[in-house]
């Protein structure tokens, strides 16, 4: 046996391993799955803050779902950091201010900063982010409070979705934060969540004042701060009930250009907390870090793969498809279509899980389809970028 069919079958057993990981946790804890937490009747005073960037085109609705939720009017506070928008996102703003409603504008350093600057303002006993562009549920932050019973817990993320429309590219992100939903909540039961999205990810107060704000350098700060939360040996939950609404990118480009930012930002936070890797961090050191560089290295593995497979091949059996498919079914083509079977079924799990989502079989069908090929087409720019040490500009 050569070195790349050795190489084959490794990449296929750690992929096999890693699914079969998530379907055992979740024929393990189905029955918990959607089980929501009892509500002790504890209702503690809660700061929302919302950092802005041009985004006039979102935050009248978003401040909309805001107001109307389901909760004591004199335990919420809404603060606006407006960042230095070059649009109408701080006057449009201004004009919901109210007792319980404070907007400020400050000069642009990123998201980050105007985090940081909404918290330290903060007053609440918890506090939620909120992206300008996201839209909460009128039970979400009843839903979220209960995690907060274990006195572990310093954060709780909620279920991010995205709205259900006939558009291609958002309905095969929408199957994407399905997925990513499931395996989040997958992740809860070993303590191993490794991010607090913006919208509407819920803190302790007290932790920032423990391990610091949020990182206002960082390509991804809400995962940064998750992963010092986890350093810290403090919990993170998850919650499938607490349903928030997020706008996608639109175009193949702006999608590209977000999953670039976040694989940039991705792999330096996890070499930034590589020396988690010990057994005083439980699953999230011993099992999630260690993931997150082998599948990085397996997918570049097998990017060569299939490039030394088609460069070394002769003519007639690139060309010859039909020919080449009789001559050329080996036991890694077995396990190869063993870990695509095993990928769907994992795929239908997850859209399974979600009751009231709907996914119309085109929309599956394309995902299965060219998800493989939008990982390669970002994967390839982010090592790109890094390589050139290029400057991400905000």
């Given at each position: 046996?050569?070195?790349?069919?050795?190489?084959?079958?490794?990449?296929?057993?750690?992929?096999?391993?890693?699914?079969?990981?998530f379907?055992?946790?979740?024929?393990?804890?189905?029955?918990?799955?959607?089980?929501?937490l009892?509500?002790?009747?504890?209702?503690?005073?809660?700061?929302?803050?919302?950092?802005?960037?041009?985004?006039?085109?979102?935050?009248?609705?978003?401040?909309?779902?805001?107001?109307?939720?389901?909760?004591?009017?004199?335990?919420?506070?809404?603060?606006?950091?407006?960042?230095?928008?070059?649009?109408?996102?701080?006057?449009?703003?201004?004009?919901?201010?109210?007792p319980?409603?404070h907007?400020?504008t400050?000069?642009?350093g990123?998201?980050?900063?105007?985090?940081n600057?909404?918290?330290?303002?903060?007053k609440?006993?918890?506090?939620?982010?909120?992206?300008?562009?996201?839209?909460?549920?009128?039970?979400?932050?009843?839903?979220?409070?209960?995690y907060?019973?274990?006195?572990?817990?310093?954060?709780?993320?909620?279920?991010?979705?995205?709205?259900?429309?006939?558009?291609?590219?958002?309905?095969f992100?929408?199957?994407?934060?399905?997925?990513?939903?499931?395996?989040?909540?997958?992740?809860?039961?070993?303590?191993?969540?490794?991010?607090?999205?913006?919208?509407?990810?819920?803190?302790?107060?007290?932790?920032?004042?423990?391990?610091?704000?949020?990182?206002?350098?960082?390509?991804?700060?809400?995962?940064e701060?998750?992963?010092?939360i986890?350093?810290?040996?403090?919990?993170?939950?998850?919650?499938?009930?607490?349903?928030?609404?997020?706008?996608?990118?639109?175009?193949?480009?702006?999608?590209?250009?977000?999953?670039?930012?976040?694989?940039?930002?991705?792999?330096?936070?996890?070499?930034?907390?590589?020396g988690?890797?010990?057994?005083?961090?439980?699953?999230?050191?011993?099992?999630?870090?260690?993931?997150?560089?082998?599948?990085?290295?397996?997918?570049?593995?097998?990017?060569?793969?299939?490039?030394?497979s088609?460069?070394?091949?002769?003519?007639?059996?690139?060309?010859?498809?039909?020919?080449?498919?009789?001559?050329?079914?080996?036991?890694?083509?077995?396990?190869?279509?063993?870990v695509?079977l095993?990928?769907?079924?994992?795929?239908?799990?997850?859209?399974?899980?979600?009751?009231?989502?709907?996914?119309?079989?085109?929309?599956?069908?394309?995902?299965?389809?060219?998800?493989?090929?939008?990982?390669?087409?970002?994967?390839?720019?982010?090592?790109?970028?890094?390589?050139?040490?290029?400057?991400?500009?905000?």
């Amino acid at each position: 046996m050569d070195i790349p069919d050795l190489l084959n079958y490794a990449i296929a057993f750690f992929s096999l391993f890693t699914l079969n990981v998530f379907i055992l946790l979740y024929l393990k804890h189905r029955n918990d799955y959607h089980k929501p937490l009892k509500h002790s009747g504890w209702t503690p005073s809660v700061s929302i803050v919302m950092p802005a960037y041009n985004e006039e085109k979102y935050i009248v609705s978003s401040l909309r779902t805001l107001l109307d939720l389901d909760y004591p009017e004199d335990k919420l506070e809404l603060i606006v950091v407006d960042d230095g928008s070059t649009d109408n996102t701080y006057k449009v703003a201004k004009a919901f201010e109210g007792p319980n409603l404070h907007v400020f504008t400050k000069k642009n350093g990123g998201k980050g900063a105007a985090l940081n600057f909404g918290i330290k303002n903060a007053k609440g006993e918890l506090v939620a982010t909120m992206d300008a562009d996201s839209y909460v549920t009128k039970n979400t932050i009843r839903e979220l409070i209960p995690y907060f019973d274990d006195l572990d817990v310093m954060a709780v993320t909620p279920a991010v979705k995205i709205r259900e429309s006939s558009h291609w590219l958002k309905e095969f992100q929408r199957v994407e934060y399905l997925m990513i939903l499931f395996s989040r909540k997958l992740l809860s039961f070993i303590d191993s969540v490794p991010v607090t999205p913006g919208p509407f990810s819920i803190f302790r107060r007290a932790v920032f004042d423990e391990i610091g704000y949020f990182d206002e350098h960082n390509l991804v700060e809400d995962q940064e701060i998750a992963l010092r939360i986890q350093a810290a040996n403090y919990k993170i939950k998850s919650s499938m009930t607490a349903e928030v609404f997020t706008e996608p990118p639109d175009s193949m480009g702006d999608l590209i250009t977000q999953r670039v930012r976040w694989q940039r930002g991705g792999i330096r936070n996890y070499w930034k907390y590589r020396g988690m890797i010990r057994p005083e961090y439980g699953d999230f050191g011993m099992y999630f870090v260690p993931l997150n560089f082998a599948a990085l290295t397996a997918f570049f593995l097998l990017l060569g793969l299939l490039a030394y497979s088609i460069l070394s091949t002769p003519y007639y059996v690139q060309y010859i498809w039909f020919e080449a498919l009789g001559m050329d079914v080996t036991f890694v083509t077995f396990v190869g279509t063993f870990v695509v079977l095993t990928s769907t079924f994992f795929l239908w799990l997850a859209i399974r899980s979600f009751q009231g989502e709907r996914v119309k079989l085109r929309y599956l069908l394309s995902f299965l389809i060219f998800y493989w090929y939008i990982m390669v087409g970002y994967n390839v720019l982010f090592l790109f970028k890094e390589l050139k040490r290029e400057r991400y500009s905000w």
